[in-house]
């Protein structure tokens, strides 16, 4: 167990809906990254906060949304759902803002989004 | 910009036997380099970190790895497989100061008894 919480585990929804996931990061952690992870695009960075600040920006869709609140919780919005929008959807965290550096990441395990 | 190679999708070995996944990056810097495992309906878990220093890098569940500045490659060992290894592997590249990482196409192990 990594720490880091992702709820809800499993999402299904339709085309043109709109979702949130949540994240919550590991207690003391301030970064909290998103990622997705599909069969054709692998693996893949979408955005970072820090702090409540947004902190580097990925592959992310102008349809997605992310905020980290107060408490550093941190919510993915998609909306505007595509066929292929369908994935796993990762949260990681950690303690600084170098996650690409020397701050580890620690990921929880995964929001699984299906659009039908 | 960082990038990462694993060349092999799928290695299929027998339980006992010794394993080495293979990992290419780019960069013009010394990377940061990472392994992370993935089990079936799970999230990623670091098995090991390379920063600086030695080469060979000990992890976790008797994972090491080694440097090799000359060949861009960050290969991952373990000299005896256990079936529950049997996971999906992911090497990751980033570098100093960096905000995300960078992950290759991950390999899918397949242990069999």
């Known amino acids: 167990d990594s720490g880091v919480t992702q709820t809800p585990k499993h999402l299904i929804t339709a085309t043109g809906q709109r979702v949130t996931l949540r994240c919550s990061p590991r207690s003391g952690d301030l970064s909290v990254y998103w990622y997705q992870q599909s069969l054709d695009q692998g693996l893949q960075f979408l955005i970072q906060y820090y702090n409540g600040e947004e902190r580097a920006k990925g592959n992310i869709l102008e349809r997605f949304s992310a905020q980290q609140f107060p408490d550093l919780h941190s919510e993915l919005n998609l909306s505007s759902l595509e066929l292929g929008d369908s994935a796993l959807y990762f949260c990681?965290?950690?303690?600084?803002?170098?996650?690409?550096?020397?701050?580890?990441?620690?990921f929880g395990p995964g929001t699984r989004l299906t659009v039908l | 910009a960082q990038s990462v190679t694993q060349p092999d999708i799928h290695i299929t070995v027998s339980e006992g036997a010794s394993l080495e996944l293979r990992c290419n990056y780019s960069y013009g810097a010394t990377p940061y380099l990472f392994w992370y495992v993935q089990s079936p309906g799970q999230g990623l878990q670091l098995l090991l970190k390379y920063f600086s220093g030695d080469t060979l890098v000990q992890g976790i569940k008797g994972f090491e790895a080694e440097f090799k500045r000359s060949q861009s490659s960050f290969n991952l060992r373990k000299p005896s497989v256990h079936w529950s290894d049997a996971a999906e592997y992911f090497c990751a590249v980033g570098a100093s100061g960096a905000n995300n990482l960078f992950f290759g196409t991950g390999t899918r192990l397949t242990v069999i008894p």
């Open positions: 990681a965290s950690s303690v600084g803002s170098s996650g690409g550096g020397g701050d580890t990441q620690y």
